[in-house]
């Protein structure tokens, strides 16, 4: 059986790790390389003791030097699009977990991976509980006209609010097909008290250590709420949904947004 071959970038990061760990328990896939900004080793041990990567902080000379069939994208919004330009020039497919990348660079991806005719899959979230937690909102929003978004996550976390609770609002909004009512406070005691706000959804982030992922959607109507909870408690969770969207990134032609697509959902 051939495996696909899969380079991490991001490979030192809490993700990276995690998504290096499952690669090497699958038997269909094959790590060939790592790549990350810090560090300034050749190679990198593999988790499971079975050998060694070779590693670098240039990803245009991993990729050249190991071939790879994927790049898994776990870095930074600035980082992602240098990197899927990179992938994308040399035929490497992509699967990207990165958030907060601005729609202008999702849609040159979009429209790099048509023209080059290589797969990627770009999801906010690549928890399967994640997933349908945002299925079951979207299902939910026609049906309430108040809705909020609490979303908590770790302290080191750098966007806010989570790209998670950004897709979740807008599939609402859509759903609903017009803006859910918003009630701004008439006397706001301390600036930001209502959160941010989105198709008429506030959204409320809340940063601090004991959390990993987690959010809340709470939809309202008279008499009655409905309060769908997510909890994310360690990386693992990620990762049934992130080698999925390897092996599916290899067989596309062209970029998939949201893990949904492929879960057939
Ligand atoms: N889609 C999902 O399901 C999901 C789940 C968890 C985290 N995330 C997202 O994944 C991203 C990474 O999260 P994390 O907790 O692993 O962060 P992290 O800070 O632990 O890891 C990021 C890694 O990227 C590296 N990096 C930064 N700039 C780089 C560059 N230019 N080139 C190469 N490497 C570079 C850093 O050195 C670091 O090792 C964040 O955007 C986070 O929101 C997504």
Redesign the pocket.
């Known amino acids: 059986m051939k495996r696909t071959k899969v380079l991490v970038?991001?490979?030192?990061?809490?993700?990276?790790?995690?998504v290096l760990r499952a690669v090497c328990r699958d038997p269909e896939l094959e790590a060939v390389a790592g790549?990350?900004?810090?560090?300034a080793m050749k190679d990198l041990s593999l988790p499971d003791g079975s050998g060694s990567i070779p590693f670098s902080?240039n990803?245009e000379s991993m990729i050249k030097q190991s071939r790879p069939d994927v790049m898994v994208?776990?870095?930074?919004?600035?980082?992602?699009i240098?990197?899927a330009r990179t992938a994308i020039k040399h035929g490497v497919a992509l699967v990207?977990?990165?958030?907060?990348i601005s729609n202008a660079d999702l849609k040159e991806i979009e429209d790099l991976c048509r023209k080059r005719k290589v797969g990627a899959v770009v999801?906010?979230?690549?928890?399967i509980a994640?997933v349908l937690m945002m299925h079951l909102a979207k299902i939910s929003a026609r049906f309430f006209d108040y809705a909020e978004i609490i979303e908590l996550?770790?302290e080191?976390?750098?966007?806010a609010p989570?790209?998670?609770a950004i897709a979740t609002a807008r599939d609402m909004r859509e759903a609903r097909g017009k803006d859910f009512i918003h009630t701004a406070a008439k006397k706001e005691n301390v600036t930001g008290s209502r959160g941010g706000e989105l198709g008429g959804i506030a959204l409320h982030a809340v940063r601090m250590p004991g959390l990993l992922?987690h959010q809340e959607v709470i939809l309202g109507a008279p008499g009655q709420t409905l309060r769908i909870r997510l909890d994310?408690i360690n990386?693992e969770a990620?990762m049934p949904?992130?080698t999925l969207a390897i092996k599916k990134a290899v067989e596309l032609k062209e970029a998939v947004f949201g893990?949904d697509k492929l879960l057939g959902i």
């Open positions: 970038h991001g490979v030192l990061g809490r993700m990276g790790q995690e790549v990350d900004i810090k560090g902080s990803l994208d776990f870095t930074n919004a600035e980082a992602t240098l990197a990207i977990g990165t958030t907060g999801a906010p979230n690549f928890a994640g996550h770790h080191q976390k750098l966007d989570s790209g998670t992922a994310q990386r990620f949904g992130v893990l």
